[in-house]
């Protein structure tokens, strides 16, 4: 009887030997975290990808490109069909090590099966495979696509239901949303690619792009103290020799006072019409004169561009909301606001100093605010005075002495020559120079 029992004993031991699960629950977990560390760098090499960078390659035609491009599409199905496959198999493999560490170490082994997979999970199912993602998003994004693809496609009816519940309690979400726009996103692209060793111009020249449809023409005219106008009541023969000694091609011409402007002079027009006739004093100037052209001073600078095509013209006047003259804006001013100066041989050069060693500067009065910034890439206020003068006037709150010193947000400004009414020269100080 008792080698019996000892006989059956050994049979159900060798028997629970061959139905051990544990090497199969090992196998199947390992298997399990790599299906986590799979999804989880899709996750992130999908969402990190270029989307300048798919968008191009999607339009070359490249087929991965385009599975990617399709899955960005449908980012919230996507995201909550990885986070359906992440989730289900870090469960399921959690449930597995419990398990196979309670059967080895009884209660103890819910603790042990805790500490082990939250750092098996957290090491070699999150951190590396993300961390390998997000270095290289644009490379392993087409080939995670693949097999994401379907299973974005399986799960659609599960991910409805989640969509569902999302956009139902996500309301709150949405109304306290920052609203980013794609063209906050370039600005911050456009900043981000300081630290990339883009240049400072071709930064400026795209920061110029994207203000073009919040930049005022106000901010880029020649004011009326600058403008070169011409007088109708002098001779003909005394405008062609005017025209003559300067470089430009229109004048805007006036009679009885520099604010009414009656047309604008063409200097082909006019040098046609006295080939014609032999001579210039028997013409009247207001036969060669074109319509002059006003447009408001808050006119956008994308507008005024649209603008000038539409009408053929690369000139207009400038006036408030009075109507009052107040420069004239033409589209060379628009381009050099976005590329910077475009000098011909018969512009005066005029470059803005290199900084002091107190990192103060020295400019004119009637400096762009906007050219300051982009010279010495400060954040001065460009919602306000288009220029320096104008900008510590406003600050002041009135019309500073010189030697007097006015603060401006960030800088102390202090008026170095006057001339009248006029803020001749100022020199320009960062606040963090005075500390």
């Known amino acids: 009887m008792r080698s019996q029992r000892i006989d059956r004993h050994r049979r159900f031991h060798l028997q629970d030997q061959r139905l051990n699960p544990l090497p199969l629950d090992l196998a199947a977990i390992g298997g399990l975290l790599l299906l986590s560390a ?50 289900l198999v870090n469960i399921l493999a959690s449930a597995l090590a419990t398990r196979a560490l309670i059967e080895q170490f009884g209660g103890a082994g819910v603790l042990y099966a805790t500490v082990v997979m939250t750092l098996l999970v957290l090491v070699f199912a999150e951190i590396l495979p993300k961390t390998v993602a997000i270095r290289h998003a644009d490379r392993i994004a087409p080939w995670v696509a693949i097999p994401i693809a379907p299973l974005v496609t399986l ?5 409805m239901v989640v969509g569902a519940v999302f956009r139902l309690g996500g309301r709150l979400g949405r109304a306290a949303s ?22 400072r111009r071709d930064r400026n020249m795209l920061r110029s792009v994207l203000d073009l449809d919040h930049v005022t023409v106000r901010s880029v005219m020649v004011p009326r103290v600058r403008m070169l106008t011409l007088d109708a009541s002098q001779p003909t023969d005394v405008l062609a020799s005017e025209v003559l000694r300067n470089p430009y091609t229109r004048y805007p011409v006036w009679e009885d006072e520099r604010e009414n402007i009656i047309g604008i002079l063409h200097a082909r027009k006019l040098f046609m019409r006295i080939q014609q006739m032999g001579e210039a004093k028997s013409i009247d100037i207001r036969e060669v004169l074109d319509e002059p052209w006003y447009v408001p001073d808050v006119t ?32 060379k001013d ?5 590329v910077g100066d475009i000098p011909d041989e018969f512009d005066p050069v ?17 400096t762009s605010v906007r050219d300051l910034n982009r010279r010495y890439d400060w954040q001065l206020p460009t919602d306000g005075a288009p220029t320096i003068a104008g900008l510590v006037i406003d600050e002041a709150e009135e019309l500073p002495e010189e030697g007097a010193e006015v603060q401006v947000p960030g800088f ?24």
């Open 38 to 87: 799979f999804f989880s760098g899709s996750e992130t090499a999908l969402t990190a990808a270029s989307r300048p960078w798919i968008h191009l390659h999607a339009a070359r035609g490249d087929r991965r490109a385009l599975r990617v491009q399709r899955l960005l599409d449908r980012r919230e199905q996507m995201i909550s069909a990885i986070l359906l496959g992440n989730n």
């Open 155 to 159: 799960l659609t009816p599960l991910t």
């Open 178 to 199: 920052t609203g980013r726009t794609a063209r906050e996103e370039l600005r911050g692209a456009i900043e981000l690619a300081a630290t990339a060793g883009v240049r």
């Open 300 to 331: 956008t600078l994308a507008h005024q561009l649209d603008s000038f095509r539409a009408r053929q013209t690369p000139m207009a006047l400038v006036v408030d909301e009075y109507g009052a003259l107040e420069g004239l804006v033409t589209l």
């Open 334 to 338: 628009i381009l050099e606001d976005i």
């Open 350 to 366: 005029r470059t803005l100093p290199q900084p002091e060693t107190d990192q103060s500067v020295i400019v004119p009065g009637d």
């Open 412 to 435: 102390a400004v202090q008026v170095l020559r006057k001339d009248g009414a006029r803020l001749v020269r100022l020199r320009l100080r960062p606040n963090a120079q005075l500390q």
